[in-house]
């Protein structure tokens, strides 16, 4: 994932935590428009998310935020 899309995907985070409270889930289909319109970026966030950090389809938002913070 490119730097400016993980400043996207944690304001993404940010202004559902903001608006829902810290409970709230999401997936990474929040990320991107409903459609499918740059397959390679879907498909690195689909690595990132399924492969690599073994995550459920829905997790907190706080959490995707936190490690996509601690990648830098």
């Given at each position: 994932?490119?730097?400016?899309?993980?400043?996207?995907?944690?304001?993404?985070?940010?202004?559902?935590?903001?608006?829902?409270?810290?409970?709230?889930?999401?997936?990474?289909?929040?990320?991107?428009?409903?459609?499918?319109?740059?397959?390679?970026?879907?498909?690195?966030?689909?690595?990132?998310?399924?492969?690599?950090?073994?995550?459920?389809?829905?997790?907190?938002a706080?959490?995707?935020?936190?490690?996509l913070?601690?990648?830098?």
């Amino acid at each position: 994932m490119t730097p400016k899309f993980k400043a996207k995907a944690i304001a993404v985070c940010d202004a559902k935590i903001a608006k829902k409270g810290d409970a709230v889930g999401l997936s990474f289909y929040a990320f991107f428009k409903n459609r499918n319109d740059d397959p390679v970026l879907l498909m690195q966030v689909a690595e990132w998310w399924i492969k690599t950090h073994q995550l459920d389809h829905f997790e907190k938002a706080a959490k995707v935020r936190d490690l996509l913070r601690a990648e830098g």
